[in-house]
């Protein structure tokens, strides 16, 4: 999502970016029609034994100046084909914390891969400086090629009409609290703490419905469900699944829910801060650094029960009806998240050894979903 926002700038400014997805499922990905709309192209390469080769012939035909990997560690796998293809900047991007507990296996293959992404990567990019301390290396301080490049979010998108009218939708009646947590389904997004949050604020006295916005996973979806019924909520939880008009639900919000564990820097946090929507978040690395910069998060212990999580809704909500939408958008603009500094930081950091000055990158970018890009 965050290079896809990235893509009318970049190639405004010359750059063609192409993406080489690593599933062996989803194909091109739900973000692929950006790429192509901007001039780029998606290119499905499985992670299977024909992956080198495919891999090095792609990079032979598109001939990048840039191979840009979010793949965590893993991105050093990556970056050591790049570097056998002779691509001459070679980008690892952390995007997250990688803070869990592995097995030996696990920590084997993790430990190998770090050793080649730090022989193989020209430059080192986090999205916060725990993400680099957590994903990278504890020192990554000491390593020039390291720097934070903060998450720029696109204020236009998030302004952006939608057609779907959620208190409608919902059966939300209009004293009733509309809390939405935007993220797609998985563990560490911890979506079945939802439940229990509006099973306790239903016993605080405040009615209240929670809208889910992100892609679906079967056995998450399950849990959810499973977890209204048990709180007695099954008819106030609403799943939307994926949605491109993030932007218009969010300022439908009367507060912003983001219980995940891991993260790191969160769109889910930073999108509703941005629109002067009250947001409530687990106490992360990634959550702090946007409290610092920006008014409107209230920070809850990761391990809190629902019910504090409740009272924190209740906080941010009130936070949400004081604010002014343009004066919350104004005070975004100057802070370090607009997406300005983040289009300016990839570009001099592409151009930085073309020796002809032309802006190019190759960016191969993953977690399953849009991974990679390319500018020539």
Known sequence: ????????????????????????????????????????????????????????????????????????????????????GRVPIRVAHFRGDDNQRRNLRRRMQRWLWARLLRASATDILGVSPSALTFGHHRAWRDDPRCQVVLNGLDLDRLHQPTGHHLRSVTGAGPDDLLCVSV?????????????????????????AHVVLVGPSDETDDAGVRAAAAEHGVADRVHLLGPRDDVGGLLRQADVVVHPSCLEGLPGGVLEPVALGIGTVAADLPGVRLIHEHLPGVTIV???????VWAAAVRTAAGYTVATDPETAGRRFQRSPFAIEAAVATHLAIYRRRLADGTPSAHVVKDRSRLPAASER
């Open 183 to 207: 993220g797609r389904a998985s563990p560490e997004k911890r979506r079945w703490l939802l439940p229990p949050i509006l099973a306790a604020l239903r016993d605080q006295g405040v009615s």
């Open 1 to 84: 999502m965050r290079t896809a926002e990235l893509l009318p700038r970049l190639a405004a400014a010359g750059t063609d970016v192409h993406f080489v997805t690593l599933s062996d499922r989803i194909g091109p990905g739900p973000l692929a029609g950006a790429a192509v709309r901007h001039g780029g192209s998606v290119t499905p390469i499985p992670l299977d034994v024909r992956f080198p080769m495919r891999f090095l012939r792609l990079l032979r035909l598109l001939r990048p100046d840039v191979v840009h990997v979010d793949c965590a560690n893993f991105s050093g796998a990556l970056l050591c084909l790049a570097l056998l």
């Open 301 to 307: 212990a990761t391990d809190a029960p629902p019910t």
